[in-house]
């Protein structure tokens, strides 16, 4: 840290800075922790640590802490000894602004409603300190409401600017020189103002800048033309009078001080400087995967600009020579969230897969043909190289693990580059390193600034004439920066701007108006660019696309990507182009490409940011329903839960009953995605947007919420709850769709079923909807599921076991893995009741395999429990550890009709092996779990191996027969009823 006691300077207005005694402080990596310190400050008032937790860190599993760690950074950077900025207490924190100045309350300290009577000075200095737009570059997309809250100071802070240029520009009339200063600031930060693109234009031609003003004109007649043809009729009415005031020399005259240079050549290939020791240390780690034919891994972080992807490229190079295979891809910011798109780079696209009912067997496909896509050379060595992982996928991470663990007896290195600063902003990927480093060796290579004569070595071979030294000290060591900044000086020797990305917008006012269109364009779609899809934004005919392509690639900005596509130079450039737009003409932009996107079919995702970015909340919440159905699909969960929860941000700006419908669809990405013991918060809401469904007439969206409702009930197991919403169900659905009615009558019998009550009800319940679904084409998995339960009830087997084979193709055919499982859960109890023990095991298995692929609960360990009992069952071999863990799990879950079920199974199974301690144990749980949940044949079972039990040790066994009796006088399923009736006549036969 500078010198403390310094007097200490915060700059909000452009790029976040520190500043002790004008000397900038070195800021943390995060974003969030500089967000924060940005944030307490332009505030300038205490804040709730909740309320900072809920702004910054909405997902993580510990918000205090990671606000504690924050903290503590920036204490080390705004604290002195004796006198700390950062004021926090146990339930605030604060920002001390009395003992620093900060640029954005200096000029909200000015009295905006009488700017004229402000000295010139005073305004100039307020003027100056708009070094670009507020926080430039410290976005946090996943933070909605910080997000929110900067978007709104940008634009209150813009509409600031523009009045204090407009007041120094007419302050400077009798100035020109001046007064085209100050007018060419206000067109950039207030880019739709007709008045002031019209003084402009005037200023330009007066002082002699004609072809300038030709280049702005052109520009700003695009621009308009977004607005509408009335802007752009009045524009070209204006150039047009203008000219004729020129007078008809003005054609003739030679160029003005405004007058662009001729654009310089495109840049060579440079050569790769500097990085001896890293590179030594990758290709180390490629031979120790050829050696032991074994994955080893690197991961090389650094800050951007450094040189990660040069040292990459510079590896993949250097493998190629020695005859080792490369993929190679990368992970784009605007991407974020889309699945697998590094591994679509790397490949060139993902294989083909067959179609399957069965979603997870699909997965599993996907993955399966991109590892034989990986291998398919297997004795050629592989160098996997990864770029920017800070910004990769979940499913992407997922991947990499399956491929690394497919490839045994393969030379594998794998390389990951990031930015570190931003990892801990991404917690799949933060995970999936982690595993990696548990499973795999992996090296950790960290780049440092260049030294000093590599920096020079490297400019000298741009062939710079310009001040190097000057280069060398001001480039820190980035060799990005060296570069731009020795383009810069060799074009414009005298003027040397303040930072990297004045250098870009530099380089972007001497462009071509229509190349610079482009670029601006690309900014704002994102890091590559699609010529097929910008160039009806750009309104260009194909000459003069093509052309200003080639402008562009002749003055590095971009260059040509495989298969037809471009890329900037680099992601800063990319950076610096987009935060030179206003905030206005950004949201437009954004708008335009959402259309545009939406009407071509592009990625839901990236319709999702634009329509966002550009105001339209509908499209962005339809967009986020879409891509979250698709993250569903592809087994994304993760992607889809982060989709839902921000399309939940967006539509509570909806109106009723827009609302309340998008907020049900987002309800059920959520569900199909989050573990069951977070299902809480949604079934609150989901009870709420029912009531409200109610109110605005939306019977179907009402029966929605209902079912949604059951569904967690059931997975819960609060059976009686699960009942009372299941009939709400069946009841709102009277007045819904035929499609919505058939559903909700045979989830009321197959709720009736389960609880084994109202048994005739439920049969005539599942008659009305086999009737109406043949009336009107419909199905639902539910009615042969109700029927397989009502006749297992009545012990007629084979028709039980036709109608759950028939409900579980009917949900794999309908892609829902839930009610598959309950189906397939209900065949495999089925044949554990009739001791089919080799069936059983074979479905117990399936079972296994289709609940890892379904949303965390009660499933996993109710299918591992099964299949434990059931091959101790067949095999006896006396190892119940897996059983006993999976009984664990399933006690964690508390879902207490699957413990029944389980635990009833496995005491008879142990009563069988002479195992007489643990089987009373396991009988005694069933019992308390059937009791609660006042199921009749699952205490009679139960009862049924206490008396068993009893009889096996010689103790009293009247106790339990009484209440078996009391039982067995009522209704029970065939299956429970034989049981019973032997442990009451001879108990010795009870199993």
Request: with cysteine; aromatic share 4%; glycine share 6%.
């Amino acid at each position: 840290m500078e010198k403390e006691g310094a007097p200490l300077e915060l700059r909000l207005l452009g790029e976040l800075e520190v500043l002790r005694a004008d000397v900038r402080v070195e800021l943390p990596p995060s974003r969030k922790t500089r967000a924060l310190l940005a944030y307490l400050a332009a505030t300038g008032r205490p804040h709730r640590r909740e309320r900072l937790c809920t702004i910054f860190w909405e997902i993580p599993d510990d918000p205090r802490g990671s606000l504690r760690w924050s903290l503590s950074r920036l204490r080390a950077i705004v604290d002195d000894s004796d006198a700390p900025r950062i004021i926090a207490d146990r339930d605030t924190v604060a920002f001390d602004i009395t003992r620093c100045r900060v640029d954005v309350l200096a000029v909200r300290a000015l009295d905006a409603k009488r700017l004229d009577r402000i000295s010139t000075p005073l305004l100039a200095e307020a003027a100056d300190r708009f070094r670009g737009e507020f926080l430039e570059d410290l976005d946090l997309p996943r933070s909605h409401d910080f997000q929110s809250w900067c978007a709104a100071e940008r634009e209150d802070l813009r509409r600031l600017n523009a009045r204090i240029l407009a007041e120094l520009r007419r302050r400077h009339d009798a100035d020109p020189e001046t007064a085209l200063t100050y007018a060419r600031r206000l067109v950039h930060a207030d880019p739709f103002n007709e008045d002031a693109r019209a003084d402009f234009l005037r200023l330009l031609m007066r002082t002699g800048r004609r072809q300038e003003a030709e280049s702005q004109f052109e520009s700003a007649e695009r621009l308009f033309r977004e607005l509408g043809e009335d802007s752009a009729d009045r524009l070209r009415r204006l150039w047009r009078s203008e000219r004729v005031a020129a007078g008809t020399r003005a054609a003739g005259l030679p160029p003005g001080p405004g007058t662009e240079p001729a654009p310089s050549p495109a840049p060579s290939p440079l050569p790769f400087i500097g990085r001896a020791e890293a590179i030594r240390e990758l290709i180390d780690v490629v031979d120790q995967a050829i050696g032991t034919l074994k994955p080893h891994l690197a991961t090389v972080l650094g800050e951007p600009g450094i040189g990660k992807s040069r040292l990459v490229a510079e590896l993949a190079g250097q493998a190629r020579g020695r005859g080792v295979r490369v993929l190679a891809g990368r992970s784009y910011d605007t991407r974020l969230g889309a699945a697998y798109a590094p591994w679509i780079e790397a490949l060139g696209e993902l294989p083909e897969v067959e179609a399957a009912a069965d979603a997870d067997r699909g997965r599993q496909r996907l993955f399966a043909a991109i590892a034989s896509k990986v291998s398919e050379n297997g004795r050629t060595p592989l160098l996997l190289i990864f770029d920017d992982i800070q910004w990769m996928d979940g499913a992407s991470g997922d991947l990499l693990q399956f491929v690394l663990r497919s490839l045994h007896g393969m030379a594998v290195a794998v390389i990951l580059a990031a930015r570190e600063g931003e990892l801990p902003d991404n917690p799949a990927v933060t995970a999936m390193l982690r595993s990696l480093r548990r499973d795999h060796p992996l090296r950790e290579i960290r780049l440092a600034p260049l030294e000093a004569k590599d920096i020079e070595l490297l400019v000298r071979t741009t062939g710079c004439e310009a001040d190097i030294p000057r280069i060398v000290s001001l480039s820190g060591g980035n060799p990005l920066y060296a570069l731009e900044l020795s383009r810069s000086l060799a074009e414009q020797p005298e003027i040397l701007p303040h930072s990297l990305k004045e250098l870009v917008r530099d380089r972007l006012e001497r462009l071509p108006a229509d190349a610079a269109e482009i670029l601006r364009w690309a900014s704002v779609l994102g890091p590559g660019l699609d010529p097929g899809l910008i160039e009806p934004l750009c309104a260009l005919g194909p000459d003069q696309f093509v052309r200003a392509l080639e402008s562009l690639e002749r003055h590095g900005m971009l260059y040509p990507e495989r298969g037809g596509g471009y890329a900037f130079s680099h992601g800063l450039v990319h950076q610096a182009v987009y935060t030179g737009l206003s905030e206005p003409r950004r949201r437009l932009m954004h708008l335009k490409i959402a259309r545009l996107m939406r009407a071509k079919g592009t990625d839901p995702l990236l319709v999702a940011h634009h329509a966002t970015a550009g105001g339209d909340t509908e499209m962005a919440v339809m967009a986020c329903i879409e891509a979250g159905r698709q993250a569903l699909r592809l087994f994304a969960h993760d992607h889809a839960l982060l989709l839902a929860r921000r399309g939940r941000h967006y539509a509570d700006d909806l109106p009723e009953p827009t609302r309340c419908e998008r907020l049900i669809d987002l309800a059920g990405i959520e569900l199909g995605a989050s573990p069951l013991d977070d299902a809480g918060d949604i079934s609150a809401r989901l009870e709420q947007l029912a009531e409200t469904a109610l109110d605005h007439g939306r019977a179907e969206c009402a029966w929605r919420c209902y079912k949604m409702l059951a569904d967690i009930r059931w997975a819960k197991g609060a059976w009686s709850d699960a009942r009372r919403d299941t009939l709400h169900s069946e009841l709102v659905s009277r007045v819904a769709g035929d499609g919505e009615r058939v559903v909700a009558l045979a989830e009321a019998a197959r709720c009736l079923a389960m609880l084994e009550r109202d048994l005739d009800t439920a049969g005539a319940l599942v008659i009305e909807a086999e009737q109406l679904a043949r009336r009107n084409g419909a199905t639902s998995t539910a009615i042969a599921d109700a029927a397989g339960l009502l006749a297992a009830y009545r012990g007629q087997v084979d028709e039980a076991r036709q109608q759950f084979r028939l409900a579980r193709l009917l949900a794999r055919q309908q892609g829902d893995r839930l009610s598959e499982f309950l189906a397939l859960e209900h065949l495999a109890t089925l044949e554990i009741e009739q001791e089919n023990w080799t069936a059983a095991c074979a479905l117990s298995a399936e079972l296994m395999a289709l609940a890892a692929r379904i949303r965390p609960g009660s499933e996993q360990p109710f299918a591992e429990a099964l299949h434990a009992i059931c091959c101790e069952a067949r095999s006896q071999s006396g190892d119940l550890a897996a059983f006993d863990r999976a009984m664990n799990a399933l006690r964690s879950a508390d879902s207490k009709h699957r413990i029944t079920f389980a635990a009833v199974i496995a005491a008879q199974v142990l009563l069988d092996r002479g195992l007489i301690a643990p089987a009373r144990r396991l009988a005694e749980e069933a019992l308390e779990a059937s009791t609660a949940l006042n199921r009749r044949s699952g205490q009679a079972w139960a009862l049924a191996m206490l008396v068993e039990v009893a009889y096996r040790t010689g103790e009293d066994k009247r106790p339990w027969q009484d209440r078996l009796r009391l039982l067995a006088d009522g209704t029970l399923a065939e299956a429970v009823r034989r049981r019973a009736g032997a442990a009451l006549a001879e108990p010795a036969a009870a199993t």
